[in-house]
């Protein structure tokens, strides 16, 4: 009688990766995928975190640049509201265009050709590992500026352990990784609407000495500035803090996690980061001018801003206002490590879509067991450690490298779309071409300044990887196109033995008599 084999023992390793990793996907179970799907909300977590993190640095850069003339944040925070509605209403019409993914990459390759797609996808590429790296970086300085002096040098060393905590979880899954990262983003959302709402709630009855201050700092600039002057300033406030709409592009880019039907759910989500950055974005802004916030050393805007909205808040006489104030910015300082997440969801992504098209490994496109991007999450992880390392987590570089690579692919596809609307002739077209010809002007204009004012303060660095790294596929691409001449060449040419072989032999010694 035959008995049953038993099941092999698994090994040492094995059992570790399977305690680390979480069990190999059942490929048969038709319900996996569903399951391992994102609804809107959870995807606004994932995804929209990157965006939304951005409120972190972006208003306070914008408004630094400022100066004395302050009066103008009330139209850097209107156009920055504006900014976000207008990028996102662009990507809504990318989604309903391409709601399969692919983002920045699938886009231009479409309308602009595949070398203008290579450039895209390489930007995106690059500007993922840096995502992973400013949110690490940036939360890193949240975190550790409460720390005593002396815990500093525990700072790079526990961005790294970061990162690879970051690695592991995504190499589980990708919703597993989002569903423990959701408190860190509900608290967020909580201390930041009570942040602006106390800013601007409590000051209303200030506002006509703002709006006065407002009309003379504007009677002001326009005696020592001229209008020319005032609008150069502005201009270069609102480019400079361009880091505030960095990560709009993440829904489109990664709508192959999203639950089906899949560009609806995109654009639900498109529309809950928009919002939330919209409100945030703005509201900081015209927090630090109702506040009269100044920059201070050793300490964030957003700290200060905290401060003064929080600090005397007592109960029966007892101070709490402090530990709100620590609440505020720790729960800031760990979004920018949820806004990790998005390098680690879209980046392999964009590699899975270049790989099927040649121009990346073909292992980049598979998925593991665990029904994840495992070599994508493993190359984006290991390159942001190498960026975190030679940047040393200094902040402003790599906020600056990251911006010059967003914008890139953000003028890159609003080109795309405007090609696109130029051609086709629908009652949407007006609203539509409209839509991107005012994106394209926007991402070209901060793009061109970004890079005349910042590229000897790490501009050329990233422009000079995302070269390298252009090179890199192109070279790929041409090895496996001389494969595929190679074995085509093989399969048609006829078949010759060889001069040693039997058949050969054979043949020429008993060859038939002729008819003659």
Known sequence: MA??????????????????????????????LHRMSLIAFLAWVGLGADGLSSSAY??????????????????????????????????????????SGGGGYVVASRFLGPRAGVVSGCA???????????????????VFSFLSPSLHRWKLPAEYAAIALLILL???????????????????????????????????????????????????????LGWIGMIL??????????????????????????????????KRTMTYMAASLALTASGI??????????????????????EAAFGGWRIGGASFGYGLVLVTLVSEGLLLFVAAQAGFIDGPRVMANMAVDSYFPHRFAALSERLTMHNGVLLMGGAALLMLFYTGGNIHVLIVMYSINVFLTFTLSQLSMTKLWLRRREPARGRNLGIHLVALVMCATILAITIFEKFTHGGWLTVLITAVVVLLCFAIKKHYDGVRLRSSTRSWAPSRPARNSTSLRSTTRFRPPSSS
């Open 3 to 32: 008995t049953k084999r038993d099941d092999p023992v698994p090994t040492l390793r094995e059992r570790i990766e399977r305690r680390v990793l979480g069990a190999p996907r059942d490929v048969t179970d038709h319900t996996i």
């Open 58 to 99: 972006g208003p306070e850069e914008a408004f630094r640049v400022l100066g004395q003339h302050t009066y103008l944040a009330i139209m850097l925070a209107v156009t920055t509201a504006l900014t976000v509605v207008i990028l996102s209403a662009s990507y809504r019409n990318i989604i309903d265009e391409f709601p």
């Open 124 to 142: 995106l590429i690059v500007d993922y590992v840096l995502t992973i790296t400013v949110s690490i970086a940036g939360g890193g300085n949240a």
């Open 170 to 224: 995504n190499l589980r899954g990708v919703k597993e990784s989002v569903k423990i990262l959701l408190p860190i983003f509900l608290v967020f959302l909580a201390t930041h609407a009570l942040l602006i709402g106390t800013a601007v709630f409590t000051h209303l009855g200030s506002i006509p000495r703002v709006a006065s201050g407002i009309s003379s700092g504007f009677s002001n600039g326009l005696t020592t």
């Open 233 to 266: 300033l502005f201009l270069r406030a609102y480019s400079l803090g361009g880091g505030t709409f960095t990560g709009i592009e993440a829904v489109s880019n990664g709508l192959q996690i999203m639950r089906e039907p899949r560009a609806e759910t995109g």
């Open 285 to 306: 802004l015209i927090g630090y001018l109702l506040l009269r916030t100044a920059p201070a050393a050793g300490k964030t805007m957003n700290a200060s801003l905290a």
